[in-house]
C-alpha cells in the first residue's frame, strides 16, 4: 500500500480524501483477489422482499455488516452440495467413507477437519480446538467445568456492558449454585460518561476482588464499541491471583489476532458467523487448554481421570465409541467436551469458509484491516471538529485497541434517519440504540473505495 505508517497506525497523505487515493489503494491491495470468493449481495437483492437468486453482474451493495453477519463464500454452495451427494448416495456410510475428491472428510472427522483450521484462526493447537454446538450452548458447558464457587471464591467478574447471552449464561450459573446474582456478579465498567474500559481499570478490580472471585469472563471484542480488550495482560493477571479465565470471542474470531495457547487462556468460546462467514447460526467452536484435556490412565484403562464436564457419547474417543458399553473414556483434549452427534451440514459450511482463511493468514488479514479501518476513521474525522461533528467514535483510536469495527455514536434524534438512509444508499451495517451505528469493513471482501463511499453517503445522511 502507498501510505506509510507510524508505529501500527497508518499515516495518509494530503490527497487520501479523494476517491483516486482510495482506487490507488485498492489497485495495490494484495488481498483484493479474495472479493470474488465472496457473492456480495446486490443493490437489488436487498431493496426485494422476493427470494431470487444472485446476479453477479448487478451492481453490489457496500456490506459493512461483517461484525453482524458475514456474506456467502462461493464455495459454500459447492460444499453443501458435496454433502448433500454423500448422504444421498450413501446414506449412513457417510460417517466413514472416504469419497474420492471430495473435500470433506467422513462426517466422523469432520469437526476435526474444521478445528484444524480454526486452531490456526485463534492460535491455538488442533485438540485444544473443537467445533460443535453454537456460542451460548458452549459457554454453557465451559461454565458448567469451570466456574466452581467456594463459601469464599464465588463472584465472577465480566463486562458492564456484556453481550446479552453472555450476562444471561452467567447469572443462572450463579443461580443454578444457589447462590445470589445480585451479590456475585461484579460488572466493570468505565468512568462516568466515558465507553472503554482501560485495561488498567479491569486490573484494578481484579485486584479489588482476588480474594472472592472465582471466574472472570470477558468478551475479546466489546460488541457495543468495538474495544479489543489486552487478553494477554488481562489472563496472565487474573490467573496470577487465582482466578479462572475465559473469553467469549464472538467478535474477535477471524477479526484480530489471537494467541490463545502461549496467553496461557484457560477457555474461550466463538461463533463463526460474524467474521468467519460460516452463515447464520452456524456452527460455533470452542478452546480449552491443553492442560484441562488430558485423560489420567495411571489407575488403569477403566478408571480414567479427568477435568469433569457435562459429558455426551461423542466426547468419548472414537476407538471406543461404538461399543456403547456406557463406559466413559473422553477424547483428549477440547474434542472430550462433545456432546452429540454434530450436524455434517453445519460443519461443511464451516469448513467452507474456513478454505477461504486457509489461503491466507490472520497476520496478512490484520495488516489489511488496520488500514481499512484507519482509512475510515480519518475520513470521517477530516476537516471537522469535536465540536462540528454530529457524532463521536467510541471505539478507541489506537489499532492494538480495536478491530475492524468503529462504533459511531449519534447526537440525540439522529440515529433513525442516518439509518434509513444508509439503507436508501444500500450500505448495510447495523444500529444499536440508543445512538449507535456500528460500520465494519473487512479485508476479506471491502474495499478502500466502498469506506471513501460510505463516508460520502454517511455524511450526506447526517446532513438531511
Not at 222 to 240: C, H, M, P, R, W
Request: charged letters at 20%; hydrophobic letters at 40%.
Amino acid at each position: 500500500m502507498s501510505n506509510q505508517f507510524n508505529g501500527l497506525k497508518p499515516v495518509f497523505p494530503e490527497n487520501a480524501a479523494s476517491k483516486e487515493y482510495a482506487a490507488s489503494l485498492d489497485a495495490a491491495d494484495p488481498l483484493a483477489g479474495f472479493r470474488e470468493k465472496f457473492i456480495i449481495p446486490s443493490k437489488a437483492n436487498i431493496a426485494s422482499t422476493k427470494l431470487t437468486k444472485p446476479n453477479l453482474s448487478e451492481e453490489s451493495c457496500i456490506y459493512f455488516c461483517g461484525n453482524s453477519l458475514g456474506i456467502q463464500p462461493k464455495v459454500t454452495a459447492k460444499y453443501l452440495e458435496t454433502q448433500l451427494d454423500t448422504w444421498s448416495s450413501i446414506g449412513v456410510n457417510g460417517h466413514f467413507t472416504n469419497i474420492e475428491d471430495s473435500p470433506l472428510e467422513p462426517w466422523q472427522f469432520l469437526a476435526d477437519q474444521a478445528a484444524g483450521s480454526m486452531c490456526k484462526i485463534v492460535g491455538a493447537k488442533p485438540e485444544e480446538v473443537t467445533a460443535m454446538g453454537t456460542l451460548t450452548a458452549n459457554l454453557h458447558l465451559l461454565l458448567a467445568s469451570f466456574y466452581k464457587p467456594t463459601v469464599t471464591k464465588h463472584k465472577i467478574l465480566l463486562d458492564w456492558k456484556a453481550f446479552p447471552s453472555d450476562h444471561y449464561a452467567i447469572e443462572s450459573h450463579i443461580a443454578w449454585h444457589d447462590l445470589d446474582p445480585r451479590k456475585s456478579m461484579v460488572l466493570m465498567g468505565p468512568d462516568e460518561g466515558e465507553y472503554q474500559i482501560p485495561t488498567q481499570k479491569i486490573l484494578s478490580y481484579i485486584d479489588e476482588h482476588a480474594d472472592d472471585a472465582a471466574l472472570l469472563l470477558l468478551p475479546g471484542i466489546q460488541y457495543y464499541t468495538g474495544q479489543v480488550f489486552d487478553i494477554k495482560t488481562i489472563t496472565e493477571y487474573a490467573k496470577s491471583k487465582g482466578i479462572v479465565v475465559g473469553w467469549d470471542l464472538a467478535h474477535a474470531y477471524g477479526n484480530v489476532l489471537l494467541q490463545l495457547h502461549n496467553w496461557n487462556v484457560d477457555f474461550a468460546v466463538w461463533c463463526t458467523y460474524k467474521y468467519g462467514n460460516a452463515g447464520p447460526g452456524a456452527m460455533g467452536g470452542l478452546f480449552v487448554h491443553e492442560r484441562y484435556g488430558s485423560v489420567d490412565y495411571s489407575e488403569g484403562e477403566d478408571a480414567p481421570k479427568f477435568r469433569h464436564r457435562l459429558t455426551g457419547w461423542y466426547g468419548g474417543d472414537r476407538s471406543v465409541r461404538f461399543r456403547m458399553d456406557n463406559k466413559f473414556k473422553p477424547t483428549p483434549g477440547a474434542g472430550g467436551f462433545q456432546l452429540s452427534n454434530p450436524s455434517a451440514i453445519d460443519l461443511a459450511c464451516l469448513c467452507a469458509s474456513l478454505t477461504v482463511f486457509d489461503e491466507t493468514s490472520m497476520t496478512e488479514l490484520r495488516k489489511k484491516s488496520v488500514q481499512l479501518t484507519a482509512y475510515l476513521e480519518y475520513l470521517l474525522l477530516k476537516d471537522t471538529t469535536d465540536e462540528t461533528r454530529s457524532f463521536r467514535i467510541i471505539t478507541p483510536s489506537n489499532p492494538e485497541e480495536r478491530g475492524a469495527q468503529l462504533s459511531l455514536l449519534l447526537k440525540p434524534g439522529l440515529l433513525q434517519n442516518v439509518a434509513h438512509k444508509l439503507q436508501e444508499a444500500a450500505i448495510v451495517c447495523d444500529k444499536r440504540e440508543p445512538g449507535v451505528v456500528r460500520v465494519a469493513p473487512t479485508p476479506l471482501y471491502n474495499t478502500f473505495t466502498e469506506v471513501w463511499l460510505f463516508v460520502k453517503l454517511f455524511r450526506a445522511a447526517l446532513e438531511e
